[in-house]
């Protein structure tokens, strides 16, 4: 279990190539597969962990790149060096199939966050249980996945070794620790990813499994849009929060995160031009915007300019309830696909908690640092726009009672 950044694939595909340099001159030969998150992360440790050992080694390498085809007829993108005295290392996106599909030492990298673990785990093991080795590393992510039972379970089985950020630095990493815990801004992020602490996923509404499992290195691109119906959520903010913009494209039954814009103390122009800006590039079927407080008015002036295409909720404890639901069943249905590898979004999807309140109605709340959770609530709003309307009864801001716009005034919302 390392930290993020110290070394992972590095040092375990330099051990994968000592093994192959020695088998070499032993005359014999090592074969070895490396399982990675996806097609992208295998590519990775192929070209900057076993490709660029073997240079440094001065090791003729013979690569090549085809397509492995499963049991089923699936097709996954294989990446294979075959290096002197015939070693053979191949790197595959992981799953079940390509987990049972080789008879060779294994390498996981960052099992954590590998979609179906415990899944891909139950068809390794009987492979590697034949007498091959086995490698799993990770940083840590929740403890809803496989990893996390590998590591703290109590036996004999495994050799198990950690690195956190301090003894990386100790060890010689050119980190410096105060500057990286500053740019995290999350203490939460930071205690997993960086110190190697489990975190408590019970109260998270979105676990980092959930969260990890539909990360897609191609979500969250403009250029990525094929011209489809897309949904817009945005969560108003101005002063402390965030102003926040989420455009989704529906493309079969899944949601994909096409763009997200970010604005803080932005002035309420600003905020229309971005939202003009999103409404003329994509084609929006439905626009769902936050009317609590200082939305009211920019829900008035974006039905003035784009009609029924927009609708204004108003965020109470039932509203948000509903929003909440429905966003986290996409994400539990793997319906939705947003940024890989963005530490600012996964940190605002998983701060967001339901706990329960003196009344015994449940509330969501979500830790202030630079923002609560205003990424999400546009998530689910964009989410909510993707529903059917004519399950809902919309009501416009004039239709609300006065006073309506404190969440806790018991002002009538949109269900």
């Given at each position: 279990m390392y930290a993020r950044q110290t070394g992972k694939t590095f040092t375990t595909t330099l051990e994968i190539v000592d093994r192959c340099y020695e088998a070499a001159l032993l005359g014999r030969r090592e074969r070895w597969v490396i399982?990675?998150?996806?097609?992208?992360?295998?590519?990775?440790?192929?070209?900057?962990?076993?490709?660029?050992h073997s240079k440094a080694y001065k090791m003729a390498i013979d690569a090549a790149e085809y397509d492995w085809k499963s049991e089923?007829?699936?097709?996954?993108?294989?990446?294979?060096?075959?290096?002197?005295g015939g070693s053979r290392i191949t790197a595959l996106p992981a799953n079940p199939d390509t987990a049972r599909g080789f008879s060779a030492n294994a390498f996981l990298d960052e099992f954590a966050f590998h979609r179906d673990s415990k899944a891909i785990w139950g068809a390794l093991f009987p492979v590697v249980s034949k007498g091959w080795d086995l490698r799993v590393t990770s940083t840590p992510n929740g403890k809803g996945n496989k990893f996390y039972e590998l590591m703290t379970a109590k036996d004999q089985t495994w050799s198990r070794h950690q690195t956190d950020i301090y003894q990386a630095v100790a060890d010689g990493l050119p980190r410096n620790v105060d500057e990286l815990r500053e740019g995290m801004a999350d203490a939460d992020l930071w205690t997993q990813e960086y110190e190697l602490q489990w975190?408590?996923?019970?109260?998270?509404?979105?676990s980092y499994d959930l969260i990890s499992a539909v990360e897609d290195p191609s979500a969250g691109k403009p250029s990525g849009y094929q011209g489809g119906i897309c949904f817009v959520g945005r969560d108003i903010g101005r002063?402390?929060?965030?102003?926040?913009?989420?455009?989704?494209?529906?493309?079969?039954?899944?949601?994909?995160?096409r763009e997200r814009i970010e604005q803080k103390r932005a002035t309420f122009a600003a905020m229309d031009e971005a939202f003009d800006d999103v409404m003329r590039r994509y084609r929006v079927g439905r626009a769902c915007i936050d009317?609590?407080?200082?939305g009211?008015?920019?829900?008035?002036?974006?039905?003035?300019?784009?009609?029924?295409?927009?609708?204004?909720?108003?965020?109470?404890?039932?509203?948000?309830l509903v929003l909440a639901t429905a966003g986290k069943e996409r994400f539990e249905a793997r319906t939705v696909r947003i940024s890989e590898g963005d530490p600012a979004l996964r940190a605002d999807l998983?701060?967001?908690?339901?706990?329960?309140?003196?009344?015994?109605?449940?509330?969501?709340?979500?830790?202030?640092?630079?923002?609560?959770?205003?990424?999400?609530?546009?998530?689910?709003?964009g989410i909510h726009a993707a529903s059917d309307p004519a399950e809902y009864d919309y009501q416009t801001g004039s239709d609300l009672d006065a006073g309506d716009d404190d969440e806790t005034s018991g002002g009538r919302a949109l269900w």
């Open positions: 399982l990675s998150r996806g097609e992208r992360q295998a590519k990775e440790a192929m070209d900057e962990g076993i490709k660029l089923d007829g699936f097709s996954y993108k294989a990446l294979e060096v075959t290096l002197p975190l408590d996923e019970a109260s998270a509404w979105l002063r402390n929060d965030l102003h926040v913009i989420w455009v989704w494209e529906q493309i079969g039954d899944v949601l994909w995160e009317q609590t407080g200082m009211e008015k920019v829900v008035e002036d974006a039905q003035r300019r784009y009609g029924s295409r927009v609708e204004g909720v108003l965020f109470t404890g039932p509203s948000k998983h701060k967001l908690r339901k706990i329960a309140s003196a009344t015994g109605a449940p509330r969501f709340v979500a830790e202030r640092d630079d923002d609560h959770a205003d990424r999400t609530w546009a998530a689910f709003l």
